[in-house]
């Protein structure tokens, strides 16, 4: 999908793909407590899934649609919601912080 950029030139967005459906399925089946969040596509984005745990860490990837990301959420077994209408988690927020206090960020 080419859209433009800023310098109004078109750029390139990259399509989800096999790798990241693998590194979502992993951060869910190897944490505790895991909900998901789907973003809606934007001007500079696609749709994406953040998929947070019990303690705060968190993982994005593209995923195809909103509907892909809730069925996916819903095979595994994870809640999940529409991020625009319900915002973040307050762990995920402190989890940044304790990351970036440890100078991780």
């Known amino acids: 999908m080419r859209r433009p950029g800023r310098s109004g030139a078109a750029t390139t967005v990259r399509a989800s793909d096999a790798a990241d459906e693998r590194h979502l399925t992993e951060f869910t089946t190897t944490r505790r407590g895991v909900e998901g969040f789907v973003?809606?596509?934007?001007?500079?984005?696609?749709?994406?899934?953040?998929?947070?745990?019990?303690?705060?860490e968190w993982t994005r990837r593209r995923v195809p649609s909103v509907e892909w990301a809730h069925r996916f959420a819903n095979r595994l077994g994870v809640p999940s919601y529409d991020a625009a209408v319900v915002g973040y988690p307050e762990r995920m927020r402190e989890y940044n912080r304790r990351r970036k206090q440890r100078g991780d960020l």
């Open 39 to 56: 973003e809606p596509r934007t001007a500079v984005s696609d749709v994406t899934l953040i998929l947070v745990a019990h303690d705060g």
